[in-house]
Structures are given as C-alpha cells and as structure tokens.
C-alpha cells in the first residue's frame, strides 16, 4: 500500500509592524556597532530582497522584536544568517521570516502630500521655538532645541519645512503630538529630524483625529536625506513613524 501525503505552506504577514521599510533592493534596518533595537511587541519589517535586508553590523548590535521579516535576508557582520537559529543579538517572540512577500505602503493612498499640507496655510507661527511651552497647531521653518533648554508641546499637529535639531542636552517632550516634516513653494527641500545623541526626548502621537497614532510624518515629495533618531534610552517615541522614501539611521 502506498501513502501519498502533500503540504501546503503559506506566509503570512504579521499586521503589526512598527517599523515597515518599503525600499526594495538596499539594506532597510541597519543596527550600528553597540546599538539596540527595542521593540517587543510589535514586529520590523523590511521589503529589500537585499542579503543585507536587516543588517546586524557587529555582534554588539542587537534587535528584540515580537518578529523580523524581509523579501531579502538577515546579515551579522555582512554575512547572511540562519533565521531560525538561535542567536543573542535577536530576541524574537515568533520565528523569523526570510524571503517573505513585500508591504505595499498602507498610507500611500491617504498620507499625500495634499493631505500633509491641508491644514498648513492658515496654522500660525510657532512661537517660543527655543525653550517653553508651545501651543499645538503652528508651523515653523528650522527649529533647534538648544543644549540646556526645553521645550514643552502641547496636543496639536506641528508642520516644519527645514530640519528640526534637538541637541545634546536639550529636551523635546509632548502628548497628542503630530510633527509633519514637510515643504512650502518658497522651499524645494523637506523638513528633516535629527535628535542627537545626550538628548531627552519624549514624544507620543494623539489618540484621535486626523493623525490619530501618528508621531512623525514625512512628506513622501522628501527623497535623498536622512533622518537621525540619535536619542538612545532617553529617546521614547510613541506612535508610528512615517517616512516613506528617506533613510531613517538609529545610531548607537
């Protein structure tokens, strides 16, 4: 008597990543020497069918994720990995996945440009940009938080055009905040994020409305730049962080 047996596997996507790359063919999430990435609950995601997808580069660099998936591989110092073995630098609540199917942009369609600048023109001036309280719903061009100040958001959307700076030793903290890094006709490029390294920031997006669970959003006109998030421990963003065609670099 003869047994034919036949399976069938599927892959599927976890529905809740917080950190989704859509670039498809260069290293998405790149973990410097020293660094970790912390994010238990929720999974990274990178659509490159790179070797160096999700590139750990050092065994100093680690990732705690409730999973990790990419089109591409997972690489430790250059070199690709076994997924499923078990390893130090990446601590996971679901197996690993490789050669995975890519995301489209879930926000591609409702995140323009059209809808980040909507409310924009008649917002007013932020005011007190260097240290203080700042009334939520104002737009401003470069802003820097200087070493030794501190500014407070209130609930509300903020629209920068030029490079928002938080030095080391300055502090940026909010409830209910939206930062739209965006443009206007008078400038040609896209506001950016650089939060430095000795900085204190703490920022988490509102609950409700327009923007509601959105921390940081960039205008995907924005191509070519990168955006640092340099904080370390004393950098907690609550909120989706969404930049659709800039590199986004976690350093150590």
Request: proline share 7%; aromatic share 4%; glycine share 10%.
């Amino acid at each position: 008597m003869n047994v034919v047996t036949k399976a069938a596997a599927v892959i599927e996507m976890l529905d809740n990543p917080c950190i989704l790359i859509l670039d498809g063919s260069n290293t998405g999430i790149a973990v410097q020497p020293g660094a970790h990435l912390d994010m238990p609950n929720c999974s990274a995601v990178a659509n490159s069918i790179s070797t160096n997808a999700i590139a750990l580069q050092d065994i100093t660099s680690s990732i705690a994720a409730a999973t990790v998936v990419t089109a591409g591989e997972i690489s430790m110092q250059g070199n690709p990995i076994d997924p499923f073995a078990a390893r130090p630098q990446i601590a996971r609540g679901s197996p690993a996945m490789i050669g995975a199917p890519s995301i489209a942009d879930p926000y591609a369609a409702t995140l323009t440009h059209t809808s980040l600048v909507a409310g924009m023109a008649s917002a007013p001036t932020c005011k007190s940009l260097n240290s203080g309280q700042i009334s939520g719903n104002c737009k401003a061009d470069d802003w820097t938080v200087r070493s030794g100040y501190s500014v407070d958001l209130s609930p509300g959307t903020y629209w920068l055009t030029g490079e928002l700076v938080v030095q080391p030793g300055g502090t940026l903290q909010g409830q209910g905040v939206t930062i739209v890094l965006t443009t206007n006709p008078t400038r040609g490029t896209v506001g950016t994020v650089d939060i430095s390294s000795g900085s204190v920031v703490t920022l988490q997006a509102p609950n409700s409305g327009t923007f509601s669970g959105i921390l940081f959003l960039q205008d995907p006109l924005a191509s070519g730049s990168t955006n640092t998030l340099e904080g370390g421990t004393s950098m907690k963003l609550t909120g989706l962080l969404y930049f659709p065609k800039t590199t986004v670099c976690f350093p150590r």
